[in-house]
T-cell receptor, first 117, second 112 residues
Framework: AQTVTQSQPEMSVQEAETVTLSCTYD???????LFWYKQPPSRQMILVIR??????QNATENRFSVNFQKAAKSFSLKISDSQLGDTAMYFC??????????????FGKGTHLIIQP | AAGVIQSPRHLIKEKRETATLKCYPI?????VYWYQQGPGQDPQFLIS???????DKGSIPDRFSAQQFSDYHSELNMSSLELGDSALYFC???????????FGSGTRLTVV
């Protein structure tokens, strides 16, 4: 079984600052995917960024980037030039890659990110 | 773009009643997933279906059952409801083996 740990229950930064959310995971799988999902007050689950474990290059999506350290089983999310709309709960998630199956996600407990004006 | 449609958006049931939640995936998506998110909790994976067959199973109670129909929509049936079943229930869809999937807006179930 996999576990995902987010050690920061809540973080608060000023608008335009850069913030990094931490995530570590534990698995015996060799092939897997990692994700960051955002859940704003509307409770909608929104995919922010995703990473395939076999790729060494860190994924980037506009202001969002990850630092994926496979050996350390670490997958942190960096948000640059933070905006008020980034205020949300952020969940780190793990999915094993079973080669064609419909596998479920294992989520961390989440980090509540607050962007202050 | 079409999204994952869930109905109803809100549902209030009494203890021991039965509830049915519906999910309509994004067109051409062949895989459906169900998640339960309790208040202040992370989403918990319940079950998934690919091509109308159960694919993966998580922490779904025996009182719950689900299926995927020929048009790929899915229904989650919940019987003998308990107060602890009060939660936000998400459906998501993807292509099988997809690299990340799209969530619906959820159904908020309140058991009183």
């Amino acid at each position: 079984a996999q576990t995902v740990t987010q050690s920061q229950p809540e973080m608060s930064v000023q608008e335009a600052e850069t913030v990094t959310l931490s995530c570590t995971y534990d698995t015996s799988e060799n092939n897997y995917y990692l994700f960051w999902y955002k859940q704003p007050p509307s409770r909608q689950m929104i995919l922010v960024i995703r990473q395939e474990a076999y790729k060494q290059q860190n994924a980037t999506e506009n202001r969002f980037s990850v630092n994926f350290q496979k050996a350390a089983k670490s997958f942190s999310l960096k948000i640059s030039d933070s905006q008020l709309g980034d205020t949300a709960m952020y969940f780190c998630a793990f999915m094993k890659s079973s080669g064609g199956g419909a596998d479920g996600l294992t989520f961390g407990k989440g980090t509540h990110l607050i962007i202050q004006p | 773009a079409a999204g994952v449609i869930q109905s109803p958006r809100h549902l209030i049931k009494e203890k021991r009643e039965t509830a049915t939640l519906k999910c309509y995936p994004i067109p051409r998506h062949d895989t459906v997933y169900w998640y339960q998110q309790g208040p202040g909790q992370d989403p918990q994976f319940l079950i998934s279906f690919y091509e109308k067959m159960q694919s993966d199973k998580g922490s779904i109670p025996d009182r719950f059952s689900a299926q995927q129909f020929s048009d790929y929509h899915s229904e989650l049936n919940m019987s003998s409801l308990e107060l602890g079943d009060s939660a936000l229930y998400f459906c998501a869809s993807s292509f099988v083996g997809g690299f990340g999937y799209t969530f619906g807006s959820g159904t908020r179930l309140t058991v009183v």
